[in-house]
């Protein structure tokens, strides 16, 4: 979590940033939830890499951070969809940097 001693500790931007969305998996997460709404089992079908637990634990993460929300329907079976916040969103200018680098560098030649 991201709290004003961290940033007065880091100073440093890139580090803060580093701190929110570090990791494996939450960039990725973030990335597949850009552009839509998406039920638990969408995102783990988009990641078929990540463990249930593993996601769980990192969009609780995400949620608690602020970058993404979590909406319960009082249905039955129950539904619940994850989507990004408006935080969540000022970061897809930056996913797209990282998709267009990727596609360029490693995607290409494929």
Do not use: H
């Amino acid at each position: 979590m991201v709290t004003k001693e961290t940033i007065n500790e880091l100073k440093c931007p890139v580090s803060i940033l580093l701190q929110l969305i570090g990791g494996k998996w939450k960039p990725i997460i973030l990335y597949v939830l850009r552009s839509n709404k998406r039920r638990f089992g969408e995102i783990s079908a988009r990641i078929p890499t990540i463990s249930r637990k593993v996601l769980t634990e990192q969009l609780k993460e995400l949620e608690r951070d602020g970058l993404i929300e979590r909406k319960q329907f009082k249905e039955i079976p129950p539904r619940v969809e994850y989507s990004l916040t408006e935080f969540g969103k000022s970061l897809a200018p930056v996913l797209n940097e990282m998709e267009k680098w990727g596609n360029e560098n490693f995607l290409k030649n494929q």
